[in-house]
């Protein structure tokens, strides 16, 4: 299959590294064309995942119409914010047939809405939309580590037979038609894998971080469920699975966030020490704000806002948690 990944990121780069590997044509396209003659010139990506030269098979392009010609699956791993001008630049350059997936998570600023939501709006006639989730790092999937994911889409028969086409030894693929759970589970679980960091920072023990992540799956569930989703999905890889691993693994950004802030580090010398983005920094807002609106109870998240806000200090949260009413486990 030709494949072409937009944004080459560490998370893109990896995917295009992947695939490429499994005997599929994939084209590498960044909007910095100075970063794609860098790697063109060094066959890797040594500003965002260093180590892993790039397999013959794997092109690179500045054009970005030279990078869709003949694709038969588009996969963009640009951060959320680059999503809407990403697909607004490649809009004049594909048909309807063209796949488009997605492997970014998050809530849109300031729209609050998915990334599958946001390629339905700017492409609107576009017959398969496609969320790629679930517990994955980057490095690992460089490295042909074996990982498990989520792809999501509408039509079940067809999102049934892309999995088997781009299933791998290295990364096995799991069908499913819930697009709004897959999506919230990926953006959410940013938001817990923050607190958790902040939870360990602050040397709270191992009995407060399986409480933290147990009431966080509980808390994206109930946004989730209020947004349509189907529950049994939030136990999945793109729910359960996604939230221990970015919760607990040393690679995750956002759990990098959480121990910087425990640190007392302000939120703009944190994401300048981590070259990278985080998106559970933008996430906390617009879930706060979806919890609000819709009067969902997401305690976690509203904390965390209150600390970005300068509302709490970071040794205060736990306090603002541990304080709250008590409340039934199943509310």
């Given at each position: ?144 580590l074996p990982c ?161 806000q300068g509302q709490?200090?970071?040794?205060q949260v736990a ?13």
């Amino acid at each position: 299959m030709k494949i072409t990944v937009l944004g080459a990121g560490a998370w893109g780069t990896a995917l295009a590294i992947h695939f490429a590997k499994q005997q599929h044509q994939v084209c590498l396209w960044a909007r910095d064309s100075s970063h794609v003659v860098q790697m063109q010139h060094e066959r890797c990506n040594e500003r965002y995942l260093k180590g892993f030269l790039f397999p013959e098979s794997l092109s690179l392009a500045t054009d970005l119409q030279a990078a869709v010609d003949a694709s038969e699956l588009v996969l963009i791993a640009t951060p959320v914010a680059g999503l809407r001008p990403t697909l607004t630049a490649l809009a004049e350059y594909i048909d309807d047939n063209l796949p488009i997936m997605t492997a970014c998570k998050g809530f849109e600023v300031s729209t609050g809405m998915l990334p599958h939501q946001v390629v339905a709006e700017v492409l609107p006639q576009q017959q398969h939309i496609v969320l790629l989730s679930g517990p994955s790092f980057a490095q690992e999937l460089a490295e042909q580590l074996p990982c498990a994911v989520t792809l999501a889409a509408a039509n079940s028969d067809w999102i049934e037979q892309l999995c088997r086409d781009l299933n791998s030894p290295v990364l096995r693929l799991y069908a499913s038609t819930d697009l709004i759970g897959v999506a919230v589970g990926g953006a959410l679980k940013n938001v817990m894998a923050i607190a958790t960091g902040l939870c360990d920072g602050l040397h709270y023990g191992m009995n407060a971080r399986a409480a933290l992540m147990t009431r966080g799956l509980a808390e994206i569930a109930r946004l989730a469920n209020h947004l349509g989703a189907q529950e049994h999905t939030l136990m999945g890889l793109s729910g359960l699975g996604d939230l221990i691993l970015t919760c607990t693994g040393g690679l995750s950004r956002n759990r990098q966030v959480g121990l910087k802030l425990a640190e007392n580090k302000n939120l703009d010398t944190i994401l300048a020490e981590l070259g990278h983005v985080a998106e559970g920094v933008y996430t906390v807002s617009e879930a706060h704000r979806l919890a609000e609106q819709y009067q969902v109870s997401m305690p976690i998240t509203a904390t965390l806002y209150a600390l970005f806000q300068g509302q709490l200090n970071s040794t205060q949260v736990a306090q603002s948690l541990m304080m709250r009413s008590p409340t039934p486990e199943n509310s």
